[in-house]
Structure formats: C-alpha cells, structure tokens
C-alpha cells in the first residue's frame, strides 16, 4: 500500500509539472496579414552588430546607440558609425522597461529587489547613481520631458516625476493601475495602461492627469507620429491611432501581432511595428493599413534614428540597421 500510495504521489507530481511546462511553453500565435508578407530574408541590413545575449531595450545619444542586455546585466555601446561596439556597462541587476537619454546621460531602469534606475554617464560610461526607486513592470518604459524624468514607480498606478537636478521625485501623480509605459510629447507625458486598455494624458507641466482614452485591448508600447499617438496594443496585435489634438481614437489597425514583448515607432512617414516571428510590419499613416511585413527570424525592440531603422534580433543577440524597405 505504501509503494502505491508513494507511486501515484510521483505520478502526479510529474503530470502537474508536464501540464506546467505546457502552460508556460504556450506558442503565441501571431498570424499577422498574410496577402502583405513577405520572407525577412528579403531584408538586407546595411550593417550588422552581434551583441550576443539577449539584446532588447534601444535608446539614442548624440553618438552612440545604446542597447539593454539582459543576459549580461549590461548596457551595450554601439558606434553609429561602423555599427562596432565601443562600451559594455554592466549592473548588479537586469537593465529593463526601457532606457532614455536626457540631461547629459543614460538612464536605465533596474529590475531589482529592489527596482531601481540607474544614472550613467556617457563621457566615461561609467554609472554615476542609483536611485532608490525604480521600473513598476519589466516591460514598462521612462520618458524624459523639458525638465523631468517619468517612470511608474508601482502597479498601483502612481507615476513619479525625476528631477534630474538632484536625483530626487518631485512628484508623484496618480494614473489608472496597471499602467506602465510613458511617453513624452509636445506639453503632455502619455501613458498606457496594460490592465486597463486606456491611454492616459498628463499635462507635463501641473502634472494634472487629464481623460483617459479607450483603446484596444492591453496597450503596452506606443509612438508619436503624424500628429497621433500610436499604441501598440498586446490583446488582439492591432495598433490604435490617437489624434495629439482631439484625443479621439481615429484608428484602430488589426495587424495580427499579438503577445508580449515587441515594440513600435515611428520615421520616414512611416510607423513600424515588431515582435517575434513578424519582425518587421509597416503601417501607412496615409491609409491606417498594413501595407507589408517581413516574417522570420528577429524582432523584439525598433528605434528609427538618422534615416535607419535600427532593429534587434533578442534571440539570436545582433542589432541590424536597416535602410527604410522601399515599396
């Protein structure tokens, strides 16, 4: 009786972890638009970086681009120029939710126990603070305006406002909980809120959280562009147009690129969008449609920066730039 008893105890402990691993190895289904797609294979960088690791997070400086590795608790420093790598700064925890340049350095949210936010120098890339507060969500992100720094700071939904003179929170203002993502544009300090599928605008200046705006469903990054906000929403893989102005919805795009992870932005006329498996989705703000996407291996974080697109491929640790793909 105690063999059996001991047996079965072994059996069902190896059924709920197979059923785990199951749930936690789910594949994401990303069917994208299929009459528009073509092979990424077509796509020929001009210029490739191997970084190893898991490259993510992308930000820009006068000089350098700057890119998060969360394998090596390191930011990564690439020449623009040659695409060579010229720095590695590394963390006693994993750079996440984005980084920003403003006021003479690098700022980069910590995911820690406690999360934190690094301050760094670029003159010697050396790290010059670590501020006692930190990222609320590990896909969440940090604007800079005229005179702050912005991140949430909980899931609660309380974004703190950093003033970069001494490092310290001037402000704490509340948004709807579970929001995560801001971005800075013209006066206002944009907000998405995953949990709750609205855009949220601050007024940068008071600090004054205005009428928040529904959108798709789980709106994680987002972008400015043609006098509109555009969310990226994690729900349903569709993209929500917001007009700056109005702030009225005036588009909502199905792209069929659903899930964690990705990342969007803006140039060339053009907002471009990404995740695994569909590394590259051009959007036309002329029509509010999809007018191609590149399938295949890459993705996962896009900034568009003098004329280049500049995209990671987390999995297979490069950076490519990419010249904007002609139609």
């Not at 059996?4 to 990303?30: D, E, G, P």
């Not at 898991?54 to 040659?82: G, H, I, M, Y």
């Not at 005179?147 to 974004?159: F, N, Q, R």
């Not at 600090?207 to 906000?229: H, K, M, N, W, Y």
Request: net charge neutral; proline share 7%.
């Amino acid at each position: 009786m105690e063999f059996n008893v001991r047996r079965m105890a072994l059996l069902l402990a190896y059924l709920l972890s197979v059923t785990f691993c199951s749930a936690q190895q789910k594949v994401i289904r990303r069917p994208g638009i299929k009459d528009v797609q073509v092979p990424m294979s077509d796509l020929k960088p001009a210029a490739t970086t191997t970084l190893g690791g898991s490259p993510d997070w992308l930000a820009f400086s006068e000089n350098a681009v700057w890119v998060t590795n969360s394998k090596f608790n390191a930011v990564q420093r690439v020449n623009p120029r040659d695409a060579s790598i010229s720095a590695k700064i590394e963390f006693q925890a994993e750079p996440c939710s984005g980084l920003t340049y403003a006021f003479g350095s690098l700022w980069v949210p910590l995911c820690g126990k406690p999360a934190s936010l690094a301050r760094v120098d670029p003159a010697t890339n050396k790290i010059v603070a670590i501020l006692p507060f930190g990222p609320a969500d590990s896909e969440g992100g940090i604007a800079a305006s005229d005179d702050s720094i912005w991140i949430v700071g909980d899931d609660h939904g309380t974004l703190l406002r950093i003033d970069p003179a001494d490092n310290a929170v001037r402000q704490e203002i509340s948004i709807p909980a579970g929001s995560f993502n801001p971005l800075y544009s013209d006066g206002v300090v944009w907000i998405t809120g995953n949990k709750s599928s609205v855009l949220t605008p601050v007024d940068a200046r008071t600090g004054e959280g205005l009428a928040s705006i529904r959108v798709g469903p789980q709106p994680r990054f987002l972008t400015l562009g043609a006098d509109s906000i555009w969310t990226l929403n994690q729900g349903d893989g569709s993209v929500t147009r917001v007009d700056v102005k109005t702030r009225r919805v005036t588009a909502t795009i199905f792209a069929g690129i659903p899930g964690p992870g990705g990342d969007i932005c803006f140039g060339a006329g053009t907002v471009w969008a990404t995740v695994f498996d569909v590394p590259l989705t051009e959007i036309s703000p002329e029509s509010n449609k999809v007018v191609r996407q590149w399938v295949g291996a890459g993705g996962d974080a896009i900034r568009f920066r003098q004329d280049f697109l500049w995209l990671t491929d987390l999995r297979n640790g490069l950076l490519w730039r990419l010249a904007p793909p002609r139609r």
